[in-house]
């Protein structure tokens, strides 16, 4: 029911800047938790930020956190992700994803809709 496509992947500079976005078609996007997870080649895909519905809380990895900024725009059905102060290890493919449920946002499983993902390469 849910449809997740992702756009601002590029190249970018270490120590550089760049912000992904995450449009949804979901009419009852509001409702909706929001995460953004990443994936490096040969890795296991990791949890990056998260924003509750609509009015609610954010949430940020260890690794990102005071570098990276998450945001939602309900009128737009679109979340972004602010990256700033890029470092090589942020590079990866990374994913939107949407869903509904308690707790932790953190485990992928309680995501139950997905985006094809998008490249981000930071280079040094």
């Known amino acids: 029911q849910v449809q997740l496509v992702e756009s601002g992947g590029g190249l970018v500079q270490a120590g550089g800047s760049l912000r992904l976005s995450c449009t949804a078609s979901?009419?009852?996007?509001?409702?909706?938790?929001m995460g953004w997870f990443r994936q490096a080649p040969g890795k296991e895909r990791e949890f990056v930020a998260a924003i509750r519905w609509s009015g609610g809380s954010t949430y940020y990895a260890d690794s990102v956190k005071g570098r990276f900024t998450m945001s939602r725009d309900d009128a737009k059905n679109t979340v972004y992700l602010q990256m700033n102060s890029l470092k090589s290890e942020d590079t990866a493919v990374y994913y939107c994803?949407?869903?509904?449920?308690?707790?932790?946002?953190?485990?992928?499983?309680?995501?139950?809709?997905w985006g094809q993902g998008t490249q981000v390469t930071v280079s040094s």
């Open positions: 979901a009419r009852t996007f509001s409702t909706y938790a």
């Open positions: 994803a949407a869903g509904r449920f308690g707790g932790v946002p953190g485990p992928s499983r309680k995501y139950d809709y």
